[in-house]
């Protein structure tokens, strides 16, 4: 799995907490196996929409623990390395490539805010630690941070297994495109912002996209109809779906509307978040049953079913 080539679908996946907002392992477990049900190229761990930033060192070692298990070798696992600092980011980096991570995410420092020289030194040293491929997640929304296109492109010359980035700027098509005309080969470009711009992006170049988990079928059929030469129907299929693409996007709220969509379909134990995130409200739970009731989710089959 480490010489494998990144592309197509690999959803960022969630962190179950229990009822004591403990790290629920039956639920961890399910949620692995809708994700490779669903027929994901790729599961990552440790992004954004996990909570990473609530998590203790000793539950990403868990979680790094199942998550291997529950996958065992059927499709890549990318890590999510960033930290607040370059000691941080070096010592999660080595670990997750120790503990069989196929390719790492890594987010510039976000806490100070870095200038142009710390962003290449602090991915520069990175790349120096491990051998496996490296992904810079360009996400200032969630961040604060921007990595500068000049700034990829120069880590990407300079540091051979730095490969890709996903963009999470926003318009991500604009920077897709500058990206891969001034990489000249040298960057592969994942889509992210929860497949906001999926269609467009994968028109302009990306190669995979890193959404949220409750909607990895999807994804994965609009990727399928556009590699069969089906634009048409693969732009259908994202432009049906924005409505739920879009509400997985609130401000504060994304993490448990994620969560809610993965309780309704009994994937997932509770839509427990932890603090900074807000747990949902009844009024965003109505507004998510007016969206899904219209579609087809596999992640709702199970209880649509019951009802």
Known sequence: MRDVE???????LATPFDENYEVDVESLERLIQFQLDAGVDGIAIFGNASEMYTLTEEERDLISQIVIKE????????????ATGLAQAIHYSKKAEEMGASALMVTPPYMVKPDAKRIYEYFA????VVNIPIMMQDAPIASGVTIPVEIMVTLARNCPNIKYVKVEAPPTT???SEVLQ???GKLKVFGGL???YLFEEIRRGAV????????????????????????DEAKKLFYKH???IRIGTLAKYAMSVHKQILKDGGIISTANVRNPNVPIEESIKAEIDLITKELDLLALNGMKKTV
């Open 208 to 231: 995979g996209t890193m959404p949220a988990c409750e909607f990895p079928d999807v994804c994965v059929k609009i990727f399928s109809l556009f590699d069969e030469g089906k634009q």
């Open 71 to 82: 996958v065992n070798g059927k499709v890549p696992i990318v890590f999510g390395t960033g």
């Open 174 to 176: 604009i920077k897709i």
């Open 125 to 128: 040293e990175i790349a120096k």
């Open 182 to 184: 001034k990489a000249e």
């Open 6 to 12: 990144l592309r197509g679908v690999y959803p960022i």
């Open 194 to 196: 929860n497949g906001m």
């Open 242 to 244: 924005l409505p739920l």
